[in-house]
C-alpha cells in the first residue's frame, strides 16, 4: 500500500496498522492526534512486514500503553528523508516503543535536528542511522541542542547535537532551531543564547538584535525599567531621573494636581485641577496650587498665574500679580474686558493704564470718555487752534504796548478802539482755556 500527501488525523485506534507481511509507504504525510494502546500513530508487526515513511510528520499521538507515535515489534521499518515524531505521548516509549525488527533513519534529517552515528549505505549512497531498540523518549531525530542551530543542506552537521555550531549573536535559538530567531524585545543576546538575557535594572531593550548589555539603552525620564521593558509613570506621578527601575522613582504631584498623560518627566507638567492655579511664577519650575481668586474665570484644568483668566470687569497690573481688582466701569462696557493676555489688563482696543482708562496714543488726537470706557477722537484741529491763539495774543499785545506808548496823544475815538481790541483778546483767551480741559494721555 502507498499513500502520499495524506492526513490522518483524530483517529482511535492508531491511524496505521502494519501486520502479517504488508508493504506500506507513506509520502509526505502527516498523522496527528490519533489514539491507541500500542502505537499512537503507527503499529507494525510480523517479520515480513515493511513500513517506509518518507518526509513524513508524526506528532501529537497518544498511546496509553507504549509507543506514543510509533510501536514495532517486528519488520523493517525505514525513516527517511525529514521524516520526524515529535510531541508524541505514552506511558511507555514517547517517541517510539521498539521490542523487535530492525528501524532505521536514512539523512537527511529536518533542518535543527541530529542522529546518532551513521554510516554509509552502499546500495543508496547516503548516510543512515540504526535506531536501537528500546523505549525512546525525546523526538526522533533529536533536536540540535539549544544555543545552537542545524541545517539540512550538509548532512554531516547533523550527526552531532552541536549541529552546525553556535546561534549567531542578537539571535536566540530554543533548541531544534533551523533558522536563528530574533532575540527577545528587552534583552540582549550573546553568541550561543538559546534565549535573551534582560537588560540590567535602569535600562530597556528596544530591538531584537541586541548581543551585549552594553546595548541596552538606559532608562528615560518618565519611566521605570525592570525585565528590559519600560513602565510609564502613571497619570499623577512624574519621575524626572533616568536609570529607575523602583516603582518608588515615581513621585506623586502635589495636591489638587494631576498630569494630562502618564509618563510625566517634572513636576511641571502636575497641573492644577479645575478652580484651581498655579500661584508659584512660571520661572521656580514647582507647583502649589490654590484656589482661583474672586474675579478670575478657571473653567479648565492646568491654569497658572500667567494663564489666570479674568472676569470682564477686572484688571491687574501683570501677569505675574493675583491681585486682581474690580474696575470702577465694570459692566457691559467696561473697558476691562477679560481674558488671558501678556502684561496688565486686559484692556480694550487702544486703551492702557489703571484700570483701563488711559489712551495708548501719544499726541492730542484723542481723549479717554468715562461714558463709553473708551478713547474717542478730540473735536477740530488742536493745532490750528494753538496757532490761531498765538497770533491774536501776540497781535494784541502789541496794540496794547503801543497804546500806552501814544494814549496821550490819540484822539477819544482811538483810545475807545484799543478797549474794544483788549475785551476781544480776553474773550478769546479764555475760550481757548476751555478748549484745553480734557483729559489726554501724555
Not at 506514543?68 to 515524531?85: C, F, I, K, W, Y
Not at 510531541?87 to 534529517?109: K, V
Not at 478652580?275 to 490654590?290: I, K, L, Q
Request: hydrophobic share 35%; aromatic share 6%.
Amino acid at each position: 500500500m502507498e499513500v502520499g500527501g495524506s492526513t490522518f488525523e483524530d483517529n482511535s485506534g492508531g491511524a496505521v496498522v502494519a501486520a502479517a507481511g504488508s508493504q506500506v509507504h507513506i509520502l509526505h504525510s502527516v498523522l496527528v492526534r490519533n489514539t491507541a494502546a500500542e502505537g499512537g500513530a503507527i503499529s507494525v508487526a510480523g517479520a515480513a512486514t515493511t513500513l517506509h515513511l518518507v518526509g513524513t510528520r508524526i506528532a501529537l499521538n497518544v498511546a496509553t500503553a507504549r509507543g506514543g507515535g510509533l510501536h514495532v515489534a517486528g519488520g523493517v521499518v525505514t525513516l527517511d528523508n525529514r521524516t520526524v515524531l515529535e510531541d508524541n505521548r505514552a506511558p511507555e516509549g514517547h517517541t517510539m516503543q521498539l521490542l523487535g525488527g530492525a528501524t532505521s533513519y536514512f539523512l537527511p534529517a529536518p533542518a535543527g535536528r541530529w542522529v546518532n552515528t551513521a554510516v554509509l549505505d552502499p546500495v543508496r549512497g547516503t548516510l543512515v542511522s540504526a535506531v536501537a531498540l528500546g523505549s525512546h523518549v525525546e523526538d526522533y531525530p533529536f533536536a540540535c541542542r539549544e544555543g545552537h542551530f542545524g541545517s539540512d543542506e550538509d548532512v554531516s552537521t547533523q550527526l552531532n547535537p552541536d549541529c552546525v555550531g553556535p546561534c549567531p549573536r542578537g539571535k536566540i535559538c530554543p533548541g531544534a532551531t533551523h533558522t536563528p530567531l530574533p532575540c527577545t524585545v528587552g534583552s540582549y543576546c550573546a553568541r550561543g543564547s538559546a534565549a535573551g538575557t534582560f537588560c540590567p535594572p535602569g535600562y530597556v531593550g528596544y530591538g531584537t538584535d541586541l548581543a551585549a548589555k552594553e546595548e541596552c539603552d538606559l532608562c528615560p525620564p518618565g519611566y521605570v525599567c525592570e525585565g528590559g521593558s519600560a513602565t510609564a509613570c502613571a497619570r499623577s506621578y512624574y519621575n524626572p531621573l533616568a536609570g529607575q527601575y523602583l516603582r518608588s522613582a515615581c513621585l506623586s504631584c502635589p495636591s489638587s494636581t494631576t498630569t494630562a498623560s502618564s509618563a510625566a518627566t517634572s513636576v511641571g507638567e502636575c497641573l492644577c485641577n479645575k478652580g484651581y492655579y498655579n500661584s508659584r511664577s512660571a520661572s521656580n519650575n514647582t507647583v502649589e496650587c490654590a484656589l482661583c481668586p474672586v474675579g478670575s474665570a478657571c473653567v479648565e484644568a492646568g491654569t497658572s498665574l500667567a494663564t489666570l483668566p479674568l472676569k470682564a470687569g477686572y484688571y491687574r497690573t501683570g501677569n505675574d500679580s493675583d491681585d486682581l481688582r474690580r474696575c470702577p466701569d465694570a459692566g457691559a462696557n467696561s473697558g476691562c474686558v477679560g481674558g488671558v493676555r501678556g502684561g496688565e489688563g486686559p484692556c480694550k482696543p487702544s486703551l492702557q493704564g489703571p484700570y483701563c482708562q488711559l489712551c495708548e496714543v501719544r499726541d492730542d488726537s484723542e481723549y479717554y470718555n468715562t461714558e463709553e470706557s473708551k478713547c474717542l477722537p478730540c473735536e477740530g484741529n488742536l493745532l490750528l487752534t494753538v496757532l490761531a491763539i498765538v497770533a491774536v495774543v501776540v497781535a494784541a499785545a502789541g496794540l496794547l504796548t503801543l497804546w500806552r506808548r501814544l494814549r496821550h496823544r490819540l484822539p477819544l475815538r482811538a483810545i475807545a478802539l484799543a478797549g474794544w481790541l483788549w475785551r476781544v483778546y480776553t474773550q478769546l483767551s479764555l475760550r481757548a482755556k476751555i478748549k484745553q480741559v480734557r483729559v489726554r494721555v501724555t
